[in-house]
């Protein structure tokens, strides 16, 4: 299926399982073609259930909500915290290089932070657990590193060096594409788990010239992590 058409985005996007909903939602962040961000969510409900966003049928995506005007990115990633609680990570890479750290929470919605993750970044790769986010980087000068940020003085963050070789491409998205005879555009292949069918492999990529595609692949899945 496609997320988002009827928007004009562009890039690789981020997908994450949320939290919301009776058996949680799928959260979507996307650039905007021209100016700031998409977030788009999933309801992965069944029609029985009880309905929190009832503007959204399950088994669809929502038409989106935009946010960050003013700069234009070349690529967002979410993680769904376990802060807050249930707060959504956003780290956005825009045109100038400059990896931002947002965050969304009830009632503000999004907001970026003061301290930027990073500063002349070409590619990143955004990863989250127990309130700790880790970003693999990747320099326009072709350094790479890797950033961390605990949850200590949250929602404020410290980004801090540490140890570790950077791993960017996300090969589980690309193997698994590639068994079903689908090439992405290149970059833009992402993958995530989520626990709704009883477990899914969640698949994100762009076409040339194409919109969001989404996959969901049962698991387990004899993929490289």
């Known amino acids: 299926m496609t997320v988002g058409s009827e928007r004009s985005t562009s890039g690789p996007v981020g997908l994450a ?3 919301y909903g009776a058996r949680g939602n799928l959260e979507l962040v996307a650039c905007d073609a021209a100016d700031g961000l998409w977030v788009f ?7 029985d259930d009880p309905q929190e966003t009832p503007d959204v049928p399950p088994g669809h995506w929502s038409s989106g909500l935009a946010f ?5 990115y070349l690529d967002a990633q979410i993680a769904q915290s376990t802060l807050g609680p249930d707060h959504l990570e956003v780290a956005a ?3 100038d ?6 965050y969304w929470s009830p009632g503000p919605g999004f907001q ?5 993750v990073a500063a002349s970044v070409s590619r ?13 980087v990747q320099h326009l000068d072709g350094r790479t590193a890797v950033v961390s940020s605990d949850a200590e003085g949250y929602p404020t963050r410290r980004w801090v060096a540490r140890p570790g070789s950077a791993i960017l491409d996300d090969r589980r998205a690309l193997e698994a ?14 993958s995530t788990t989520s626990t709704r069918n009883g477990g899914t492999l969640e698949l994100t990529w762009r076409a040339p010239n194409g919109p969001i595609h989404h996959l969901p692949l049962p698991l387990p899945q004899p993929l490289p992590r």
């Open 17 to 19: 399982q949320g939290v």
């Open 41 to 47: 969510w999933f309801n992965a409900d069944a029609p």
């Open 68 to 72: 960050a005007p003013g700069h234009r």
């Open 93 to 95: 890479l825009r045109e």
């Open 97 to 102: 290089g400059v990896l931002e750290s947002w």
């Open 112 to 116: 970026r932070r003061d301290a930027d």
């Open 124 to 136: 990143f790769r955004l990863s989250h657990r127990d309130g700790v986010l880790t970003v693999d």
């Open 177 to 190: 594409l590639h068994a079903h005879g689908i090439t992405p555009l290149p970059d833009t292949a992402r």
